[in-house]
């Protein structure tokens, strides 16, 4: 089966660029959308992302794979970390914001092709890609069914407090560690100030609990950056989710960066044949 693929670039927040690749078969007639999100310090050309969207594709399905506009990568440079300022500027509502506007555009384009269908949109999200996953499937109407992969069940998830908190305040900066580039990644105080004047909106619990669409959570029994009680959580509070653990999967299913292997882990395709026989169930 021919795999078409077409890059695309969107106006995201602040008027930052999302860019985004779609994976299609090059035949077919009502085929669903998949849109996957990628987590912190991540980028849709991670690993094994390109793979995976292929893969969709030859099952039958519209995959498409973006960036958050402020997630330090360019068009120019999607691979790297260049703009470290649009890094230390990005927050939640604006991930919230890129993430609505991809499955908007993808809505209009499968309303236009008679190919893709506009009602059955799936979106899944890995690690923080997860969270907003969850966000965004609980407040935009056009997500059918959501599948996180790692997620995290917090936005509050390694936000500082007591003095470290005060210390972030006063500098209005902090940085993090990039252990894979070695970079100093700066987070702007405004991040945490937009957490707090958005928590309702930004609560996952609260909308993990509200969702009434299919959901599938997979994590990892090794991860080694989001807990399985993380999962066990989820499952917990919205119990009409469905909760597949991966034996000896860590926190990117043995999937590393730069992928130079067309197959995938054993662990990554255990995931990925979860998800697509998950969407095909229903």
């Known amino acids: 089966m021919e795999i078409k693929r077409i890059s695309k670039v969107l106006k995201g927040s602040n008027d930052l660029p999302i860019p985004i690749d779609i994976h299609f078969p090059s035949d077919g007639e009502e085929l669903p959308i998949v849109i996957f999100a990628h987590g912190y310090k991540g980028f849709k050309d991670f690993g094994a992302w390109r793979q995976i969207g292929d893969q969709f594709a030859e099952n039958g399905f519209v995959f498409v794979r973006f960036n958050f506009s402020h997630n330090g990568t ?18 939640y509502s604006k991930e919230l914001s890129d993430f609505n506007q991809v499955i908007d555009h993808l809505y209009d384009l499968a309303c236009e092709n008679q190919q893709w269908k506009e009602e059955d949109i799936t979106i899944i999200g890995h690690s923080r890609g ?67 004047e958005n928590k309702d909106l ?35 509070w919205q119990q009409r989710s469905t909760l597949k653990i991966t034996k ?23 995931v990925v044949d979860l998800s697509i026989k998950f969407i095909k169930s229903l």
Do not use: C
């Open 74 to 91: 360019t068009p120019e440079n999607p691979l790297d970390f260049v703009d470290l300022e649009a890094f230390g500027e990005n927050n």
């Open 130 to 196: 997860g969270g907003m996953a969850i966000l965004t499937a609980a407040q935009n109407k056009k997500v059918k069914k959501l599948i996180t992969w790692a997620a995290i069940n917090s936005t509050y998830r390694g936000m500082p407090t007591g003095d470290e908190l005060k210390k972030w305040k006063d500098s209005g900066v902090r940085y993090v560690l990039n252990g894979r580039t070695k970079q100093n990644m700066p987070h702007y105080y405004q991040f945490y100030t937009d957490l707090e």
């Open 202 to 236: 930004l609560d996952i619990e609260y909308h993990a609990r509200s969702l009434s669409i299919p959901w599938l959570i997979i994590h990892g029994d090794t991860d080694e950056a989001v807990p399985l009680e993380d999962a066990l959580k989820l499952n917990q």
């Open 248 to 270: 000896n999967g860590s926190h990117t299913f043995s999937i590393v960066h730069p992928w130079e292997k067309e197959e995938l882990s054993p662990e990554m395709q255990e």
